[in-house]
């Protein structure tokens, strides 16, 4: 038997310490750790986590030691990244894990080299596009510790399967990153830590080798380990037992494994099972207001930021990669297991919170200069008027509303297109200001300067990803439907009615099968006696519901291309909740939303305020589907997974003395959806990243809109029993007392989700258009009114990023199958007056050299045909 010993620390940047307090450790540690492998020939090995942000962390005060680390690095005793920062595998976009291993490699190999392992000791579960990420940076070996049970293998490695075919070969941890952290100078209890891995462990080794993880949370290097070694080698030779121990690294044991094992098992999809050890199946519903901060700021970047940037750098101005990597930093900085699955401190939440800040800040002065300078490159007709420009930052073609807010003299004027014809809109909202009172005033007295600022919404048809020119033309009018979106108390499209009902629900009829879906957006509230790990109900709860409720209805806005009407319920709740029940005394809260749809749009867009008065509950909205259906599927990091509406284990976790209790309540991104191929029913979000299924073969899908605690570890638990996870110390931010926002839609359809472009339609949801009127004529002016620079004809396939090549000059243009089916043939062009090459890359940006003879391309066009289930493409064009 070989046992390899892993010499590692697993290091939490933030969690029941703030960054800063941890960093006094780790400054103390990596010195300790420097000066080990310098005076220890010896200890040939010690792993960093994973991770190359406790690099530049440590550099920052210790930049004198580069070179030191460097020189370990390249002597192969020192094993830095992939990753920037441990991430939580579920929240974070797709994007994310690709950034997060993009700038983990750029910092490593800085150093020297990545390990090329995807190590994950300590996320909370395991995504099903892992492999497929990792497979994209070269990567062809995984390790991790949570999600996977007996269920699924027996054995400790395995095949890792992605939706698309991807593979990695996969260890996982039975007992944990820690198996061998108490090795000592002590032979005897070395040897009882030997004994006890072979005995809980024996049964599971594919092959005979087996890894004693000889580290922990924040823990320093233990010393004496080459001596440990070397004393149990020679205790192994004198009672003749065939054992071998090393200090080694995770390949040496891929490597040593895979030369004795053969057949191994194949497993595919996402690993969430807290049989052996947790993964908090319910963690998504902590602090959603930061998890809504994190959205926010992820779709800035990837759906505005790059693209908009990019567009303004094949118009001839800079892309400032740097400061925008650096608004990804703090980003990603926040994507570690613990701190976007809040479960730690509020010192740490509001550096977190900061952290957001600072990102939006970066981001969103830069879309505002990018944009400026992008529209000075643009030639304009103003014989048509003042132009408003409109961007769609996605691939295809599409219809939608667009919002600007225009500042003109007049009160009064038309939309046209370029060509001429006149475009129907809708005000919002208009006042009269004074431009002078946004203006600094310098010696002298502004003179004032009035005019009408006025927001409006109006149809928008772009063809791809580019721009488009409308003029606005003042002093003129334009006729407009005289029909109105919402009639005694129904609003009404072409693609459905929806009634306002007098509980506040929503009951809609889509009308093209007829099909009627009822209490739709009714909300529940229960107590919350769990902690910031996990939702737990009290022993006695007290559930409330707004289906006997009468709430305040009004029309807001009523017009030809939208109407918005306002439901205010006023409920009262318990104060407070425990593990055995709710208090008996109670408090108001309000629940308000705003209901809007649009003519033109095939979706119910919901704005939900809570005004949240009381600690430790969960409030949500309810969809009755009314379908019959075994299975839903809901968005992942690209594309869609598909998930069961009924866990058998919700019967047998108590009996089994599972860690915690599995139902059906799961991640997303952007959506979840059931259909019964006849019908469907798909609820959007924007930052609402959990859903339950409730009802089991007739879902009813619960969306999180707020759940409260204020502690970060309790014990006892209903839905976890026995030990608390963390520390028991209060979190009163993580109650949430206070007025908080949240987005989402329902989208009513018939046939299949596929046939819907339901994956087309929630990107859609999730970036608008943007619209920018244009107020000064440009002297640098030089380019058509209108482009189109990529476009795709698959409206199964999505954009998730476009950007500047990191090591050139090109853009990088990734694209993805949004669904889980294979996709015959997918067809995409570039416009020939901006590119005539294009080239297949890999996630990390290097150009893929192993031709696919599915894929063509030419100077301006790609066919690519048997698009697998969730594939990812990225395509590197240039001119």
């Known amino acids: 038997m070989n046992f390899h010993v892993i010499s590692h620390t697993h290091w939490d940047r933030e969690w029941h310490q703030t960054y800063q307090q941890y960093r006094v450790k780790l400054v103390r540690f990596m010195d300790e750790l420097i000066q080990l492998l310098d005076n220890s020939p010896k200890y040939t090995s010690f792993m960093l986590d994973g991770q190359t942000i406790v690099l530049e962390d440590y550099l920052e005060i210790k930049p004198n030691q580069r070179e030191s680390i460097a020189r370990l690095v390249r002597e192969g005793r020192l094993l830095i990244g992939p990753w920037y920062i441990q991430p939580d595998e579920f929240i974070p976009s797709g994007e994310s894990l690709i950034r997060n291993l993009l700038i983990g490699q750029q910092i490593a190999n800085e150093f020297g080299m990545a390990m090329k392992i995807g190590y994950l000791p300590d996320s909370f579960g395991q995504a099903a596009q892992i492999p497929q990420v990792l497979n994209g940076f070269g990567i062809h070996h995984a390790l991790f510790w949570r999600g996977i049970t007996n269920e699924e293998t027996e054995k400790t490695e395995f095949w890792w399967e992605g939706p698309d075919g991807s593979k990695v070969f996969t260890t996982h941890l039975p007992l944990g990153y820690g198996?061998?952290?108490?090795?000592?100078?002590?032979l005897d209890q070395n040897l009882k830590i030997i004994d006890d891995n072979m005995n809980d462990l024996n049964k599971m080794l594919t092959s005979p080798n087996l890894l004693l993880m000889c580290g922990f949370d924040q823990r320093s290097a233990v010393k004496e380990l080459p001596e440990i070694v070397e004393e149990l080698n020679r205790h192994f030779s004198s009672q003749g037992l065939d054992y071998s121990i090393k200090i080694s690294q995770l390949m040496d044991y891929f490597t040593a494994v895979k030369k004795e094992t053969e057949n191994l098992e194949t497993i595919a999809g996402e690993f969430r099972k807290g049989k052996n050890m947790r993964v908090h199946v319910s963690i998504a519903s902590t602090r959603l207001d930061l998890k809504k901060e994190n959205f926010e700021v992820q779709n800035l970047y990837e759906k505005y930021l790059e693209p908009l940037n990019s567009m303004s750098l094949l118009l001839g101005n800079?892309?400032?990669?740097?400061?925008i990597n650096k608004g990804w930093k703090y980003t990603l900085q926040n994507?570690?297991?613990?701190?976007?699955?809040?479960?730690?401190?509020?010192?740490?939440?509001?550096?977190?919170?900061?952290?957001?800040?600072?990102?939006?800040?970066?981001?969103?002065?830069?879309?505002n200069d990018t944009t400026a300078d992008l529209i000075d490159k643009i030639q304009f007709d103003y014989n048509k008027g003042n132009p408003l420009v409109v961007f769609n930052t996605l691939g295809h073609k599409r219809s939608n509303i667009a919002d600007a807010v225009l500042q003109l003299k007049s009160k009064h004027f038309a939309i046209t297109d370029s060509a001429g014809n006149h475009v129907p809109y809708q005000i919002v909202e208009t006042k009269q200001e004074n431009l002078n009172d946004k203006q600094i005033e310098i010696g002298v007295k502004n003179e004032d300067?009035?005019?009408?600022?006025?927001?409006i919404k109006f149809l928008a048809e772009m063809n791809g990803f580019g721009y488009k020119t409308f003029y606005l033309k003042e002093n003129e009018s334009t006729e407009h439907d005289s029909s109105l979106v919402y009639q005694d108390g129904v609003f009404s499209n072409d693609y459905f009615q929806a009634e306002v009902q007098p509980n506040g629900s929503l009951t809609v009829t889509e009308h093209s099968t007829g099909r009627i879906f009822s209490s739709l957006n009714v909300f529940e509230e229960g107590g919350n006696a769990g902690d910031e790990y996990d939702f737990s109900p009290p022993r006695e709860d007290e559930i409330i519901t707004t289906k006997d409720s009468a709430p305040e209805i009004s029309v807001v806005h009523n017009g030809p291309v939208f109407a918005t009407v306002r439901i205010v319920h006023t409920l009262h709740f318990p104060v407070d909740s425990d593990v055995n029940g709710r208090s008996k005394e109670f408090r108001v809260s309000t629940i308000e939303s705003f209901v809007t749809v649009n003519r033109h749009g095939d979706r119910i867009d919901i704005r939900t305020v809570i005004d949240n008065t009381v600690k430790n509950h969960r409030i949500r909205a309810l969809f009755e589907t009314g379908l019959k259906a075994g299975t839903h599927i809901a968005d992942q990091q690209f594309g869609t997974i598909r998930r069961d509406n009924v866990l058998p284990q919700v019967e047998y976790w108590e009996g089994e003395n599972w860690e915690e209790k599995y139902y059906p309540i799961y991640p997303q991104q952007k959506f979840v959806d059931v259909s019964d191929e006849k019908n469907g029913l798909?609820?959007?979000?924007?930052?609402?990243?959990?859903?339950?299924?409730?009802?089991?073969?007739?879902?009813?899908?619960?969306?999180?809109?707020?759940?409260?605690?204020?502690?970060?570890?309790?014990?006892?638990?209903?839905?976890?029993?026995?030990r608390r996870s963390g520390l028991h110390v209060e979190t009163p931010d993580s109650s949430l007392i206070g007025k908080y926002e949240m987005e989402y839609s329902i989208v009513p359809y018939s046939g299949g989700s596929t046939r819907a472009e339901i994956g087309r339609k929630s990107n859609e949801y999730v970036a608008p258009l943007l619209a920018i009127p244009?107020?000064?004529?440009?002297?640098?002016?030089?380019?058509?009114?209108?482009?189109?620079f990529f476009k795709i004809d698959n409206p199964h396939m999505a954009i998730s990023a476009v950007k500047k090549c990191e090591n050139d000059d090109s853009i990088i243009v990734r694209i993805y199958n949004t669904t889980d089916q294979v996709l015959p043939l997918v067809k995409a062009s570039v416009n020939p007056e901006f590119f005539n090459k294009i080239e297949l890359v890999d996630l990390n940006e290097i150009l893929i050299s192993e031709a696919d003879e599915r894929i063509q391309l030419n100077h301006n066009e790609i066919e690519i045909n048997d698009v697998a289930s969730n594939e990812i493409f990225t395509l590197k064009i240039s001119k």
Not at 318 to 323: E, H, L, W
Not at 338 to 362: G, P, W
Not at 707 to 718: E, I, W
């Open 179 to 186: 198996n061998g952290r108490m090795l000592s100078a002590n």
């Open 318 to 323: 800079s892309y400032d990669n740097a400061i």
């Open 335 to 367: 994507h570690a297991h613990d701190s976007i699955c809040n479960v730690c401190t509020d010192a740490t939440h509001k550096e977190m919170e900061l952290r957001y800040q600072f990102a939006k800040q970066i981001g969103q002065t830069l879309q």
């Open 449 to 455: 300067h009035f005019v009408w600022t006025t927001h």
């Open 682 to 722: 798909s609820i959007f979000n924007k930052g609402l990243p959990q859903y339950e299924i409730l009802s089991g073969q007739q879902p009813t899908i619960a969306l999180t809109l707020l759940c409260g605690t204020d502690y970060m570890g309790n014990q006892d638990l209903v839905d976890r029993p026995g």
């Open 774 to 788: 244009v107020y000064h004529q440009s002297e640098t002016a030089m380019v058509k009114d209108q482009n189109e």
